[in-house]
Protein backbone atom coordinates (compact mmCIF):
# COMPACT_ATOMS: atom_id res chain seq x y z
CA UNK A 1 0.00 0.00 0.00
CA UNK A 2 1.60 3.55 -0.85
CA UNK A 3 2.21 6.01 1.86
CA UNK A 4 2.11 3.00 4.68
CA UNK A 5 -0.92 4.21 6.71
CA UNK A 6 0.74 3.65 10.71
CA UNK A 7 -2.06 0.96 11.33
CA UNK A 8 -2.74 -2.41 11.15
CA UNK A 9 -5.69 -4.16 11.15
CA UNK A 10 -6.01 -8.00 12.11
CA UNK A 11 -3.85 -7.61 15.16
CA UNK A 12 -3.38 -3.91 16.33
CA UNK A 13 -3.89 -1.21 15.30
CA UNK A 14 -1.91 2.26 15.92
CA UNK A 15 -3.68 5.44 15.11
CA UNK A 16 -1.01 8.14 13.41
CA UNK A 17 -2.59 8.84 9.93
CA UNK A 18 -1.73 11.89 8.41
CA UNK A 19 -2.73 10.77 4.63
CA UNK A 20 -5.78 12.51 3.86
CA UNK A 21 -6.48 10.52 1.06
CA UNK A 22 -6.99 7.10 3.13
CA UNK A 23 -10.09 9.37 4.25
CA UNK A 24 -11.99 9.20 1.11
CA UNK A 25 -11.43 5.90 1.15
CA UNK A 26 -12.42 4.21 4.30
CA UNK A 27 -15.13 5.31 6.67
CA UNK A 28 -13.82 5.82 9.85
CA UNK A 29 -15.28 6.93 13.21
CA UNK A 30 -13.97 9.02 16.17
CA UNK A 31 -12.94 7.36 19.51
CA UNK A 32 -12.01 9.60 22.03
CA UNK A 33 -9.34 8.24 24.37
CA UNK A 34 -11.00 7.97 28.59
CA UNK A 35 -7.16 9.06 30.13
CA UNK A 36 -6.28 11.88 27.98
CA UNK A 37 -9.30 12.87 25.74
CA UNK A 38 -7.36 12.43 22.36
CA UNK A 39 -9.70 12.43 19.71
CA UNK A 40 -8.81 9.17 17.38
CA UNK A 41 -10.09 8.05 13.86
CA UNK A 42 -10.50 4.24 13.76
CA UNK A 43 -11.75 2.53 10.98
CA UNK A 44 -15.23 0.94 10.59
CA UNK A 45 -16.20 -2.57 10.29
CA UNK A 46 -13.26 -4.00 10.56
CA UNK A 47 -14.45 -6.08 13.13
CA UNK A 48 -12.42 -5.55 16.90
CA UNK A 49 -9.20 -4.04 16.73
CA UNK A 50 -6.79 -3.03 19.05
CA UNK A 51 -6.39 0.50 19.95
CA UNK A 52 -3.48 2.52 21.09
CA UNK A 53 -3.84 5.74 21.95
CA UNK A 54 -1.41 8.03 20.08
CA UNK A 55 -1.56 10.14 22.93
CA UNK A 56 -1.08 8.60 26.09
CA UNK A 57 -0.22 4.93 24.79
CA UNK A 58 -3.25 3.66 26.49
CA UNK A 59 -4.43 0.51 24.33
CA UNK A 60 -8.42 -0.15 23.90
CA UNK A 61 -9.98 -3.04 22.45
CA UNK A 62 -12.84 -1.45 20.12
CA UNK A 63 -15.23 -3.03 18.09
CA UNK A 64 -15.81 -1.05 14.54
ZN1 LIG B 1 -4.83 8.75 25.50
Same mark, same amino acid.
Given at each position: #?????????DGEVIVGFNKEALLK??????F???KCQK? #??????????L???SG???K???RT
Open positions: #MRGVPSFFIHIDFKITCNK #MRVPKNKGTILKCCGTYKV
